[in-house]
T-cell receptor
């Protein structure tokens, strides 16, 4: 059973960079049959897909965030991470890491989620 | 970008009743790459249905998904107390993968 757990700062200053980590158990982040993604939900708003990484290096990002987002893996710790630059109050949200399956270059629905980490942007 | 609109916004029902939740897409979702999630406070969303109509692992058969193209439905045949939560649809056909705004299922 794949389990995920987010970790990182609960408070970020405006204009700074957010760094979040997702620790994975029950699967390897190097697996070619999984993708590793980040999804967020601002207060009172719908879920927003941020992006994912698969095969340790192939990334796909939401065009609305692409200029500020980097998703990467740390194979030594079996973790993957999110970096989001130039944070503003609009980036205040619950951030989830999630995983799903990929086959023949196509990735599907996120069937495994972490419990989420609340990130507030404020000075 | 595909915009998903869910209705109703809130559904107030009692245990034992039938719930019907709708998700309408702004354009046709090729391959029926549409999933439904259940979301409870303090937890990550739980995938109930994928491919519009296939139940996820361990999902009770009172949950069923249907539809194609732009109109999709999640039906809960007989509500159990643990089913009262927020439900989201999501398409994963192509980037960006978007979500509906959610339907809140409340106790009547």
């Amino acid at each position: 059973q794949v389990q995920l757990q987010e970790s990182g700062p609960g408070l970020v200053n405006p204009s700074e960079t957010l760094s979040l980590t997702c620790t994975v158990s029950g699967a390897s982040v190097t697996s070619g049959s999984h993708f590793w993604s980040w999804i967020r939900q601002p207060p009172g708003k719908r879920l927003e897909w941020i992006g994912y990484i698969s095969n340790s290096e192939s990334t796909k990002y939401n065009p609305s965030l692409q200029s500020r987002v980097t998703i990467s893996v740390d194979t030594s710790k079996n973790q993957f991470s999110l970096q989001l630059t130039s944070m503003t109050a609009a980036d205040t949200a619950m951030y989830y890491c999630a995983t799903g399956s990929c086959h023949s270059g196509r990735c599907y629905e996120p069937w495994g989620w972490g419990p989420g980490a609340l990130v507030t942007v404020s000075s | 970008e595909i915009v998903l609109t869910q209705s109703p916004g809130t559904l107030s029902l009692s245990p034992g009743e039938r719930a019907t939740l709708s998700c309408r897409a702004s354009q046709s979702i090729a391959g029926n790459y549409l999933a439904w999630f259940q979301h409870k406070p303090g937890q990550g969303p739980r995938c109930l249905v994928y491919g519009a109509s296939t139940r996820g692992n361990g999902i009770p058969d009172r949950f069923s998904g249907s539809g194609s193209g732009t109109d999709f439905t999640l039906t809960i045949s007989r509500l159990e107390p643990e089913d009262f939560a927020v439900y989201y649809c999501q398409h994963y056909g192509y980037s960006p993968y978007t979500f509906g705004q959610g339907t809140r299922l409340d106790f009547k």
